[in-house]
């Protein structure tokens, strides 16, 4: 696994490009672009209607932004997994979710 951390820009690009590169996909690269779960999953898909931009990153359309309540300046993790050639792009709602159940794990099952 490959991570980042990156805040989204007003156009909606994630300017890491790290994980990109670690997944191999350059400036023009076609994507699908998915939410599943409160989380963004981007596969490579020929056929793709999104695209790694010029500069090489990723781009995530107003649409996109919107299924999981992203705006301008929200840092995201990033994920990139080259073995399935999958990156997972995960929300501050989505960590916030995994950390409080690890915690709550960590702390008896959530009882304080």
Known sequence: MV??????????????????RALGRGPGT??????GLGVIVVGLDR?????VT????LHL????????????GDRVLLAANPADD????????????????VHADLLGGGQA
Do not use: K, N
């Open 3 to 20: 991570y980042g951390l990156a805040a989204i820009d007003s156009s909606g690009r994630i300017p890491d490009r790290t994980v990109i």
């Open 30 to 35: 076609r994507l699908h672009i998915r939410e």
């Open 47 to 51: 056929q793709g209607v999104f695209t």
């Open 54 to 57: 010029g500069q090489g990153h």
């Open 61 to 72: 359309p107003g649409t996109v932004r919107h299924w999981c309540g992203l705006a301008t």
């Open 86 to 101: 999958l990156l997972v792009v995960h929300p501050p709602a989505a960590l916030d979710a995994m950390v409080v159940a």
